[in-house]
């Protein structure tokens, strides 16, 4: 269950985005420099806070609890698996720092090691874009419909669960009309700030969009907490869950009656081009890594698809897959590096062979000769309002 952090109002000064060394710093308080559960205000400015604007991700954060906070010592840009590579370090797919000596971006250390990672903003704003430019808009139409046929209500409340820095809402809230409220959900403070301070001001129709936040653990998301919902979001979150916390959120989505737009799980099928013969050893050895602790990493999507079927919703899926060619290089490699580094943290006898083929696909990416498409898949499903099965 969430607990109730942050309320935030629209307007002021957006702070600068911090980067890993302030993140370590963060400890129970739900928003720098306000009091955990004061409620207090924090200024909900929009401009200029999340470079490029848009939504995005990385394809297939899951798998690995542990973090750190410096790059990986071997970790450069020519020389994958350096001996002071720390297993279980990796967070697949969000990928380790580039080179050596640069700024930590996606791997953060916690002081206990048993705590669950966390993500650099650094790798979500990476990731945004793409993550934009793949979703299913498909889905979008009869998510309207839903939402413009429920009764009594004269604007929506939307849970973006797991919202990180909040690509889920600026992507969706200012495609949808009417006045919106979003209770934004994560359990990492200091990425609940970056996505209040970033959230959208208005709707499709200039309708006014509000925000709140809430620090907690979606994975036990009651039909209670979700009361008055009139939609539950994520992004990139399912395949970081267990299929007993997929089944809750079915249940609580289902047991509240509202709509759920979960996207971007991964699909654990990727294609580079030109192809290798390593490629898919590597895609095997990556989706095992994701699979780690018993979460569903690739097989989330049809996990969830099961959940809210049994849950008597109606379900459809979509593609939602990263196109990635030269102008998304910076993406391209952390996640390559990424990848490649979960593969190998999960079957080391590859680590030599994969340390030549990284040093060649990321000379491949310099010179503008490599393409990937990492696939993910976006699934809407849609309960009886009121509560129980459509
Ligand atoms: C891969 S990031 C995606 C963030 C954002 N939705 C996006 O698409 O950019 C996963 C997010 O889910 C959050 N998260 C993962 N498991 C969670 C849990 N059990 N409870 C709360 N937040 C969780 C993480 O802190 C992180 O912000």
Redesign the pocket.
């Known amino acids: 269950m ?1 607990n109730p952090a942050t309320t935030t109002q629209q307007g002021g000064a957006i702070p600068a985005q911090p980067g890993p060394r302030e993140v370590t710093g963060v400890t129970d308080s739900a928003v720098p420099g306000t009091k955990p559960g004061s409620g207090q205000a924090i200024a909900a400015g929009v401009q200029g806070v999340v470079s490029g604007g848009q ?4 394809g297939g ?1 899951s798998a690995a609890r542990s973090t750190e906070h410096a790059a990986v010592p071997g970790l450069g840009s020519s020389v994958a698996f350096g001996p002071g590579h720390v297993p279980g370090a990796v967070i697949p797919g ?1 990928g380790p720092s580039g080179k050596p000596g640069s700024r930590p971006t996606v791997k953060l250390r916690e002081a206990d090691p048993d705590d ?4 650099a903003p650094e ?2 704003e990476l ?2 874009p793409a ?1 934009a430019a793949g979703r299913a808009h498909d889905l979008l139409d009869p998510l309207r419909i839903r939402l413009a046929n429920m009764p009594g209500k004269s604007g929506v409340v939307i849970h ?9 809402g600026r992507w969706l809230a200012p495609r949808l009309d009417g006045a919106q409220h979003w209770i934004l ?4 403070p200091y ?1 609940l700030h970056f ?1 209040a301070v970033s959230s959208p001001r208005s709707a499709a129709d200039g309708s006014r969009v509000t925000v709140e936040t809430r ?6 998301l009651t039909p209670d907490a979700l009361q008055g919902a009139s939609l539950v979001t ?4 399912l395949d ?2 267990t299929r007993e ?1 997929i089944d809750t959120l079915a249940a609580a989505c289902t047991g509240a009656g509202c709509p759920a737009l979960l ?2 799980s991964v699909a654990g099928r990727v294609e580079l081009t030109p192809s290798h013969p390593l490629d898919a050893e590597l895609t095997q050895a990556f989706n095992d890594h994701q699979r780690r602790d018993g979460l569903l990493g690739p097989d989330a999507v049809t996990a969830a698809a099961e959940a809210f079927s049994e849950h008597g919703a109606t379900v459809r899926l979509h593609p939602s897959p990263w196109r990635l060619g030269p102008e998304q290089a910076a993406l391209t490699e952390q996640w390559l590096r990424g990848w490649v580094g979960a593969a190998v943290e999960e079957r080391p006898e590859l680590r030599a062979e994969a340390d030549v083929y990284l040093t060649n696909r990321l000379a491949a990416l310099a010179a503008g000769e490599l393409r990937v498409t990492v696939h993910h898949v976006d699934l809407l499903a849609l309960s009886r309002p009121g509560g129980g099965a459509s």
């Open positions: 969430t939504s995005g991700r990385i954060e969000a669950p990672p966390r993500y790798w979500l990731r945004e993550d973006d669960l797991g919202c990180g820095t909040g690509s889920m959900h994560d359990r990492d990425l996505a620090r907690g653990d979606v994975a036990r994520a992004s990139a979150l970081v869950l916390e996207t971007l």
